[in-house]
């Protein structure tokens, strides 16, 4: 597992092209620029690994486009010693990128191949999440909420209420809502009972599926 020189002069080229597309915060930046994100891809596709698209991995799910990583990171709003929940765990690159931020990192996958490859794979890099849940992602992970943020890397139907429920207040959950075309919308908690909604654009992604276990 090599990250070469030729690596790192195409992450410093993506962290440029993010900037460009409205990319701001400095953390999740470095986060991008510090992970070899060739590594979590098939070898096949290495020579598109800085590009800023999305790529297919293991059991017909797809390694999200840097910039929607970025995005959503960015919109999560955490900071060091956090706590966050991730719904999709994936290839694993969206729970480095908030391991590199100093988050405490909590990921449900419903793949049970994308599962296993991940939770070895992961560590091997340095990246040790909390805890990974082989899981049912629109039941969220009770056990250790209230979070800060939790953040949703597939596209889901409707907004799952036990994710909402399992927000801190002044937490926030960034969610794309929609069938084909999801809107990338952000929930804060602003009392026990009370959500602000915002709506930041148009993103596609692979559904979000439920009761797989």
């Not at 809502?177 to 709506?199: A, C, D, H, L, Y």
């Amino acid at each position: 597992m090599k990250d070469t020189f030729i690596h790192k002069g195409l992450r410093k080229k993506l962290v440029a092209t993010l900037q460009k597309k409205g990319i701001a915060n400095r953390e999740v930046l470095a986060a991008i620029n510090t992970i070899p994100r060739h590594l979590f891809m098939d070898s096949g596709f290495l020579d598109h690994a800085y590009v800023d698209k999305a790529f297919p991995i293991a059991a017909d799910q797809t390694i999200s486009q840097p910039y929607t990583v970025a995005r959503q990171t960015e919109l999560l709003e955490v900071v060091r010693g956090d706590r966050v929940l991730e719904i999709g765990t994936g290839s694993g690159y969206q729970t480095a990128v908030l391991l590199e931020m100093g988050v405490t990192v909590y990921s449900i996958e419903r793949q049970n191949e994308l599962f296993k490859k991940t939770k070895r794979f992961l560590p091997q890099l340095g990246y040790r999440p909390k805890k990974l849940i082989f899981g049912d992602g629109y039941k969220g992970f009770p056990e250790a909420a209230p979070y800060h943020g939790i953040i949703v890397t597939a596209g889901a139907p409707f907004v799952p209420k036990p994710l909402l429920s399992q927000l801190k207040v002044g937490g926030k959950l960034v969610i794309p809502v929609g069938e084909n075309v999801q809107i990338m919308t952000v929930f804060t908690r602003t009392s026990p009972t009370n959500f602000e909604k915002e709506e930041f654009g148009e993103f596609r992604f692979v559904p979000l599926l439920e009761d797989k276990n």
